[in-house]
C-alpha cells in the first residue's frame, strides 16, 4: 500500500516539476531568444540600401544637392528620397546644416 501512495507522489512531482521546467525554460528561451532577434534585427536593419548608397555618393559630390535633384539623378520619388534622407539623419550618417538653402554633412559614422 504505501508502495501505490509513493508511486502516486512521485508521478505527482514529475507532473509538477515538469511543468515548471517548461515554464521557467519557455521564459529562458524567449529572453534570450529575443535578445539575440533584436541584436541580429539592429544589425540587418542598420545596413544600407543600394538607394542610400547612391544618396551619399551624390551627397559627396555636391553637399548643395536638394531631393529634387536627388530624386531625379536617382530616378526615385522625392518622397522616398526624402525617407531614405531620414533614415540616414536617424543613424547619424547624415546631418543637414543650415536651412533650405544650407547644405549636407556626411559624419564618419559610416
Given amino acids: ?10 508521478k505527482a512531482c514529475n507532473k509538477v516539476g515538469n511543468r515548471v521546467g517548461n515554464k521557467v525554460g519557455n521564459r529562458v528561451g524567449n529572453r534570450v531568444g529575443n535578445r539575440v532577434g533584436n541584436k541580429v534585427g539592429n ?12 544618396v551619399i555618393e551624390n551627397i559627396k559630390l555636391n553637399s548643395k544637392i536638394s531631393a529634387v535633384k536627388l530624386s531625379e539623378k536617382i530616378g526615385i520619388s522625392k518622397r522616398k528620397i526624402e525617407e531614405n534622407l531620414a533614415k540616414l539623419k536617424e543613424l547619424n550618417i547624415l546631418n543637414r546644416v543650415g536651412g533650405t538653402r544650407g547644405h549636407w554633412k556626411i559624419t564618419d559614422e559610416i
Avoid: E, S
Avoid at 43 to 54: A, H, P, S, W
Fill in 1 to 10: 500500500m504505501l508502495g501505490v501512495i509513493l508511486d502516486a507522489v512521485r
Fill in 43 to 54: 544589425k540587418v536593419g542598420n545596413t544600407l540600401t543600394d538607394i542610400q548608397l547612391k
